[in-house]
């Protein structure tokens, strides 16, 4: 299961920047076709910002379609247990709270799974945040004085920042936590929840 998952991310990791950089192109195509004749300036906002956001915006949906298709795989540790079960794998391994005994191997699993998906997750948010960041550069090359405009990329910037290092932050905790439980097997995460 985990070969299969980390399979599945490291096809969807390769689409999604094969997707960004063909919408990329495909957006730089489309940019200075709409800006032809402009200013400078023009050109230069208009094609970044289509190549930010067909490219972004591409990549984005693509990682959000793989994870939904991963679904199965993402949630095979957990799969069997109640909402609180849940509830304590999780913080257990995002915030180092004591794991029961008897959800060891499942709060494992699900480490296993976060230190697997987290990468595309992060990558989903940039790729996000830059088209859509994108979307607002298009308009700014029309009105390059719009202060709206200005304030919305600079606040999708500067959210797209904190999302990724928030991200970064959560992968790294997965990581402490496999490292203090390198001694339980990979292959037991499958298994049936212990009875206590």
Known sequence: ???????????????AVWIALT???????????????????EVLLTSLGCVLAI?????????MLSQFRM???????????????????????????????ALETRAAGHARV??????????????????LAGSQVIGLASDVTSWFRLVLIGV????????VVELRRSLARVRRFL???DDIPAGSASA?????
């Open 192 to 196: 049936p929840p212990a009875q206590s």
């Open 179 to 181: 490292a203090a439980h």
């Open 114 to 131: 976060l230190e697997a998906t987290l990468p595309l997750a992060t990558s989903q948010q940039l790729f996000l945040f830059c088209g």
């Open 156 to 163: 999708l910037v500067a959210a797209g920042a904190v999302t």
């Open 55 to 63: 490219g972004g915006l591409g990549a984005a949906l693509s990682t």
């Open 23 to 41: 919408g990329a192109v495909a957006g730089l195509a489309v940019g200075v076709w709409l800006s032809h004749g402009e200013r400078p300036l």
């Open 71 to 101: 679904k199965r795989l993402v949630s095979a540790p957990t799969a069997e247990l109640d909402a609180d079960e849940r509830r304590a794998v999780q913080r257990a391994v995002l915030s180092g709270a004591p794991t029961p005994a």
């Open 1 to 15: 299961m985990e070969k299969e998952l980390n399979n599945a991310v490291r096809r969807a990791a390769r689409r």
